[in-house]
């Protein structure tokens, strides 16, 4: 980060004799003093929020905003988990139902992830919680609550309920036709393994570009950017964003797209110096 113009301020003084010398030197590191005193720091903007808005539930967005550094006014991160966009890296579960076989020692147990019942929740650009429900091919009803991570990375662990308390954790890495396979872990099941087949996962918008301009004011900034050319079907389009710091956590914040207010919904907040 470069450092902003200072201004300084300088205050004349007729030189008649000595005494008059001194009261110059003296008027002299005043007017230092002041220039000091005057110094105004450029102002930045962070933010780092989970936001549900205009028929997307599930977004999240980071943003450094950056006062008067000439072409760089600083980037944006952002990330909509429910909008499907190919070639991005960052993944999320299908909404509906798909399977995740296990296999132990050359036998396959068919279990069924009901996807459309997922709760997602978005915990940064490329980082998501989901929590919901399944079913084994006996009829059994199971629990999973696990993460994305890296974008295309995935840890879960399934609780099964009656008869006995059962659980397995999996972990495997997202393939860019969207199926999932790895280990999983269950005691007493030494080489156990899971997968799951191809669209169970989607790839979804996400991207990050720099922003064009900004203005402060108060506790708010605004600031422009544009869609990146790569994303297909949104490229070009300029977006304004306003984001304004309650001072008191993030449920005083406000972060609005275009001027529609959306509602935060997790993260850490929005500062605004």
């Known amino acids: 980060m470069s450092t902003s113009k200072i201004r300084r301020i300088t205050t004349g003084a007729a030189a008649l004799g000595l005494a008059a010398g ?5 008027a002299g590191a005043a007017s230092a003093s002041t220039a000091q005193a005057r110094y105004q720091p450029p102002r930045v903007a962070t933010g780092s929020v989970a936001v549900s808005g205009e028929g997307y539930p599930v977004q999240y967005e980071q943003f450094v905003a950056l006062q008067g550094f000439g072409h760089n006014h600083g980037y944006v991160d952002y990330t909509n988990w429910t909008y499907a966009e190919p070639g991005s890296g960052v ?3 299908t909404a509906g139902a798909d399977a995740l076989v ?3 020692n050359g036998t396959h147990y068919a279990h069924t992830l009901n996807g459309g019942s997922l709760q997602l929740t978005a915990l940064s650009n490329n980082r998501m919680a989901f929590s919901g ?3 084994y091919s006996g009829g059994q009803i199971w629990t999973i609550k696990g993460q994305i991570f ?3 990375q995935v840890q879960a662990t399934i609780y099964y309920d009656a008869p006995s308390t059962y659980q397995v954790a999996i972990s495997g890495t997202i393939q860019p036709d969207g199926s999932l396979s790895g280990p999983a872990v269950s005691a007493g099941q030494p080489g156990l393994a899971f997968a799951m087949p191809k669209g169970s996962f989607t790839s979804v918008l996400s991207y990050s570009t720099r ?3 900004d203005k402060f004011g108060g506790h708010s900034v605004t600031f422009r950017f544009t869609i990146p050319n790569w994303v297909s079907g949104l490229h070009g389009i300029q977006v304004t964003d306003r984001a304004y710091d309650g001072g008191h956590g993030p449920k005083h914040d406000t ?3 275009d001027s529609v207010i ?7 907040g929005i500062t605004v110096r």
């Open 22 to 26: 001194l009261a110059a030197t003296t």
């Open 91 to 93: 993944y999320a579960p």
């Open 102 to 104: 296990f296999t132990y």
């Open 133 to 135: 429900t399944g079913a």
């Open 150 to 152: 890296k974008g295309n």
């Open 211 to 213: 922003i064009q301009s």
């Open 255 to 257: 972060f609005a797209q």
């Open 262 to 268: 959306e509602q935060i919904v997790g993260g850490p």
